[in-house]
């Protein structure tokens, strides 16, 4: 795999992840360069190690004898397949692109609500993960109580008004995990080795437990099982529309109590986490599938029996 140009960084999680899939992977930067250098770049590493994908990741203009010498790539090497970042990042690690800025108005042609069908199957998924989850509420329950009086005294549940479907806030509950003086400081974004949680609240976080509450934002209409994780009014409007093109795009759907963006990113806090977050979120909505759905569903099972992050 060559790439070529930096449009997109890839986070050091992807480029672990496509070593799994491609033997070598290798980048040319030629902003600025002299065009004949960089096809001679290009010619010594596809020679050297027989790449058979190009990407094109560049967002500036490529010099007419660049273009001449990858169109006769195309034409005289049919090993080598050329695609564009936005078509990669799709085909290979399952998430959209987001362009730096907001003026480019083709790309919300893409993202459009769920069909009526789709809607139809989505209904009927969630009636089914609404009972299976209220036996499990029912099972837990008793539980967690325990545990949480016994470590943190003070209600089971957490409430709190998060964005959902054409950016309506509702309350969205779950099982209280972290103390009952969290934000007695300020809001703040709940991070790794956060000492406002309690050592069972952690293990319900790490096993999604402390999400299964939010059945009850299901039987209202509020939430789906799987969509876009909601966030506060509060970050959205402090800092995700501000620096996250798009980020709103989200809001066409409901959102869930796991989604493709849980299972497929590591753990994060921050602005750039929400930025890749998203771009998963985006690709869910694109491509929604009932197989898809599935998919969601077994990677979550992974996560709750592994304890893993993703």
């Known amino acids: 795999m060559l790439i070529l140009g930096q449009k997109y960084k890839f986070t050091d999680f992807e480029l672990n992840r496509l070593n799994k899939k491609f033997n070598s992977i290798n980048s040319i930067i030629y902003k600025d360069k002299d065009s004949s ?10 020679k050297k190690d027989k790449f058979k994908i190009i990407v094109l990741n560049t967002k500036v203009k ?7 010498y990858l169109t006769n790539i195309r034409f005289n090497n049919k090993n080598v397949k050329l695609i564009y970042i ?11 692109y987001i362009p730096e800025s907001n003026d480019d108005l083709h790309y919300l042609d893409d993202i459009k609500p769920y069909t009526f069908f789709q809607k139809v199957q989505k209904k009927i998924i969630d009636i089914f993960a609404f009972i299976g989850l209220f036996i499990i509420f029912v099972l837990l329950r008793f539980i967690v109580n325990k545990k949480t009086q016994s470590q ?8 709190q008004l998060r964005v959902g479907l054409n950016n309506k806030e509702f309350e969205c509950i779950k099982f209280r995990s972290m103390r009952l003086d969290a934000e007695k400081d300020g809001v703040k974004f709940a991070s790794k080795n956060d000492d406002r949680i309690f050592p069972w609240g952690e293990t319900m976080r790490k096993t999604r437990i402390d999400e299964i509450p939010q059945l009850f934002n299901i039987l209202k209409g509020e939430m789906s099982l799987i969509g876009p994780r909601p966030e506060r009014k509060y970050w959205i409007e402090k800092d995700f529309e501000k620096q996250i093109p798009y980020y709103n795009q989200r809001h066409i759907v409901k959102p869930g109590i796991t989604g493709w963006a849980q299972v497929m990113y590591p753990y994060g806090d921050g602005i750039e986490d929400a930025r890749q977050k998203l771009m998963y979120d985006l690709y869910y909505i694109k491509y929604w599938s009932f197989i898809l759905e599935l998919k969601v569903i077994y990677k979550t099972i992974l996560v709750v029996i592994g304890k893993k992050g993703i």
Not at 37 to 46: A, G, P, R, S
């Open 37 to 46: 250098k960089v096809i001679k770049e290009i010619d010594f590493i596809l």
């Open 62 to 68: 490529v010099d007419d004898e660049i273009i001449k």
């Open 86 to 96: 936005e078509h990669f990042l799709e085909m290979y690690l399952f998430k959209c």
């Open 152 to 159: 943190s005294p003070g209600d089971l549940y957490f409430k």
